[in-house]
């Protein structure tokens, strides 16, 4: 039976810019650009899954406002991965501090920048112009 891993994104913006973590691939070993984003563990709902995401990747600790997609891919491991990516606006520019040890640095850049990255995944720039083109779903869409 197939069984497709959920992950969750945190899409984090302040001041025209997005907040991204420097990570090494774990199939490649590149290095490579993400948004804060992870599987979803037991007894969490997706939400709370993204806010300790964020928490564990870059040390701030932020509230989701709304739900910007949900994203089909299966990737070029093989893997099979449906990600629900949410939108968080920090009040000001943090200063992360990663708590995850799989997490090189995060930092924050502007979509011109996030463009000539190497990126994990064709979603992490999809999700930001998905989020820059106002798409926005209440929480309470997802049953919880």
Known sequence: MHKPNVTVA????????FLLVK???KHTGDICYNQPAGHLEAN????????????????????ASHLVGIYNLHAANGVHYMRFSFAFNSPELFEP??????ILSANWFSLEQIKSL???????????????????????????
């Open 44 to 63: 969490e709902t997706l939400a709370e899954a993204a806010h300790r995401e964020l928490i564990e990747e870059t040390g701030i600790s932020l509230n």
């Open 97 to 102: 501090s990663p708590q995850d040890d799989d």
């Open 10 to 17: 945190a899409i984090v913006t302040c001041q025209d810019k």
């Open 118 to 144: 190497p990126l994990r995944s064709p979603l992490v720039l999809k999700c930001i112009e998905d989020y820059l083109a106002g798409k926005a779903y209440p929480l309470s869409l997802i049953y919880q």
């Open 23 to 25: 990570e090494r691939d």
